[in-house]
């Protein structure tokens, strides 16, 4: 399967650059994969596609304000620390640019106006920065670091909560599960009204999910490990769910990846936390989910192959041809779709 089989063109004024005021006005095309049919809709008109006994999945993660900037010791030279992983106390996985700016043994100089300078060391080969064991870490980097938008996105947030879900609790993600920005606490209300249940589960979004994919062939592509935790109460939800008939909504592909990731042959889950690098193209057969909530993904993306897998690649691609010529907003603060 080739990769430049998921590519499609997009013109670039449709790569939504803020976000729609309220988060629920947002478009919401809906996907019905029995029919191959498409209607349009909003956001806020979700509730009416959810069946009582339904439960919906969402993502808690937190995103961090993972990108700092620092000037290299004894040199003027401006570096960019982009914070992927905690290893331990002070010391991080890091991507650092221009790399030839963060040789091992690199000293990195961070300036915040009230916590003063912080020196980081970089070690093993640029890809590891560690900062003073005794810097209150988490106080400073609130302070000093910024929230870490999407390369497409050029205009920087006037909120950096609105790059946050409403119900993001879970500190480790350097981008947000985007599906979840269109939820409001009214929305989430209506739904629990419509006798929906809700469940949340932990994936912590790092480069695995936005990596590029350089390989030409699908299969050739390895996905970067992600942590994640599925709690014991909501694997039983899911569990009994299954069993009385009702559908299990993922909200977003990183969802998507934690469950299927739990799942056994005989579509249950297990309550787990670890790390999942599972990679799900067309030709996988999915196990828990029976529906998903997600925005309109990167051209030849893992994103884009996840729905492909779901609701088959042509009716998708056909799909986003019709956003397309429909002005669809695209991408992290874009509009959403619902395959059903």
């Not at 095309?29 to 191959?36: A, E, G, P, T």
């Not at 620092?70 to 650092?96: I, M, P, T």
């Not at 709690?231 to 969802?255: L, Y």
């Not at 999942?276 to 309109?296: S, V």
């Amino acid at each position: 399967m080739l990769v430049n089989d998921f590519d499609y063109d997009l013109p670039p004024e449709l790569i939504a650059q803020v976000p729609v005021e309220p988060r629920h006005n947002s478009r919401l095309m809906v996907l019905d994969r029995n029919r191959q049919s498409r209607s349009a809709h909003f956001f806020y008109e979700l509730p009416q596609f959810l069946t009582a006994g339904d439960l919906l999945i969402l993502n808690n993660t937190r995103v961090i304000p993972a990108r700092l900037f620092a000037q290299k010791s004894g040199g003027n030279g401006k570096v960019e620390v982009f914070l992927l992983k905690r290893l331990d106390g002070n010391s991080w996985e890091c991507l650092v640019r221009p790399g030839k700016r963060a040789k091992p043994g690199s000293r990195l100089l961070f300036d915040e106006a009230v916590m003063g300078q912080v020196t980081g060391t970089v070690t093993d080969g640029g890809r590891i920065v560690e900062f003073p064991k005794e810097l209150n870490f988490r106080a400073w980097l609130d302070r000093a670091g910024l929230t870490p938008l999407p390369p497409y996105i050029t205009r920087q947030l006037s909120d950096p909560e609105r790059y946050q879900t409403i119900y993001a609790q879970s500190e480790g993600s350097v981008a947000a599960p985007t599906a979840g920005l269109h939820f409001t606490p009214e929305l989430l209300q209506k739904i629990t009204d419509h006798k929906v249940k809700t469940g949340f589960i932990t994936l912590h979004v790092g480069l695995g999910t936005f990596r590029p994919v350089k390989a030409e062939v699908v299969e050739d592509h390895t996905m970067h490990p992600e942590e994640f935790y599925l709690p014991e109460e909501v694997a039983d939800a899911i569990n009994a769910t299954k069993q009385s008939g009702g559908r299990v909504i993922a909200v977003g592909t990183t969802t998507v990846r934690v469950l299927e990731a739990c799942a056994s042959a005989k579509g249950r889950v297990e309550a787990r936390s670890g790390a999942t690098n599972i990679f799900i193209y067309p030709g996988y057969e999915f196990k828990i989910i029976d529906g998903l909530i997600t925005n309109f993904h990167l051209p030849k993306s893992t994103l884009l192959m996840l729905v492909s897998a779901l609701a088959g690649r042509e009716f998708i691609l056909e799909s986003y041809r019709r956003a397309i010529a429909a002005r669809y907003r695209f991408f992290s603060f874009g509009d959403a779709m619902l395959i059903l």
